[in-house]
């Protein structure tokens, strides 16, 4: 964690930079933010910059502080290229996902790296499940992959009932995102992690059953 890589260096770069700007510029802000409106009239880089963009310093700061944490254990099993492709992919399925979720909504927007964030968040815990982390009011730190499903139901609860000014529907997408491609980089987890692997794919499953219920 003390020698932070040069490809999280330059994610973290690109989103203070681009945030920036938008604190500072509305006209920026408005024109490269997630909107569903105008993804469906045609700008679709809407769904890649969004990511990038920030409502304010603590939002900004949670998602890249987040992102500090999660990075190496990502760049340590794959690589910094591997990292880099899970991080936008992670991105853009969550955008993808709060498209179709939002679509008859012309109006709904957002903005944060937290899609792109929580796809190397669930990648991670793929990969090292035993991992120990802490929250807010729980003194013991528990498993990752204990956190991870009941973080990933949390998110369904809030798609459900609008909980917040949070992209819920961006966070899920996004670990999906990260849960498939940390799946197509190293598919012998399927054997040596078969349970976990099940495991974290819990919510994953409910929340399509659920959209296809008509219940979100």
Known sequence: MNNIHIATIAIMAANVLASLKGFNDNTFFERYKFGVGAIQAGQKDRMLTSGFLHVDLSHLFFNMFTLYFFADVVIDWFGPSKFVILYFISLVAGSLLALYFHKSEPYYSAVGASGAVT?????????????????????????????????????IYGMKTRLGNIGHTAHFGGAIGGYVVT?????????TDTLMVLLLALPIVLLFILGKMGKI
């Open 119 to 155: 796809g190397i968040l669930y990648s991670a815990i793929l990969l090292e499940p035993g991992m120990r982390l802490g929250i807010m009011f729980i003194p013991i730190p528990l498993p990752a992959y204990v956190l991870g499903i009941l973080y990933l139901f949390y998110s």
């Open 183 to 191: 799946l197509f980089f190293k598919p012998d987890l399927l054997v």
